[in-house]
């Protein structure tokens, strides 16, 4: 059975059109391999060299994601990034800093593990600190995008990229 986690990512790709989704990483590759079912052109990142079997439509860079974003072509715009390689809030939210730009005007950012379901999860081998990134996110960026943290499992925060544009009309 599929994680509602899963689901939920594959039900926005929908509602976007995702046709370019970046996953930071992979992990097992369970997740990335669901989504290319979905979308076009998947990318994953992951520093761990990961001998799982992938689809033909999803690439892979055995990289750091810092490595990869400044590999990156930053005047492609890209739908959707999957946030998930390194569970810590210095790590992630620099991940959330690095790759906002490269989204597409109402693309999605998925960041997981904000919300740990208890003290245990907040230890360094599990969902650590990145809670916090969630909560920075929207202290401090909330004049270029919205977030919504669902509190399944782990968590799983939704930040649309709008920069402000619902702003406008609303004024």
Known sequence: MKQKRILLSIAIAQMINAQTYIELGIQSGRTINE????????????IN?????????????NMSTDEFI?????????????????????SSYRDFINYKDIVRN?????????????????????????????????????HECEIVTIPDGCG???????????LQWMK
Not at 70 to 90: L, P, Q, R, T, Y
């Open 35 to 46: 989504m290319s079912k979905y979308v076009n052109n998947c990318i994953g990142v992951d």
């Open 106 to 142: 109402d693309g999605i950012i998925l960041l997981h593990d904000t919300y740990p379901c208890n003290e245990e999860y907040t230890k360094p081998n599990r969902c650590h600190d990145t809670w916090k990134t969630a909560i920075k996110i929207k202290q401090d960026h909330s």
């Open 70 to 90: 400044n590999i990156w072509d930053k005047s492609k715009k890209i739908d959707m990034v999957f946030i998930d390689a390194d569970h810590s809030h210095e």
């Open 156 to 166: 799983l925060s939704i930040v649309r990229m709008n920069r402000g544009k619902h």
């Open 49 to 61: 060299d990961c001998s799982i079997h992938l689809t033909d439509n999803i690439t892979f860079y």
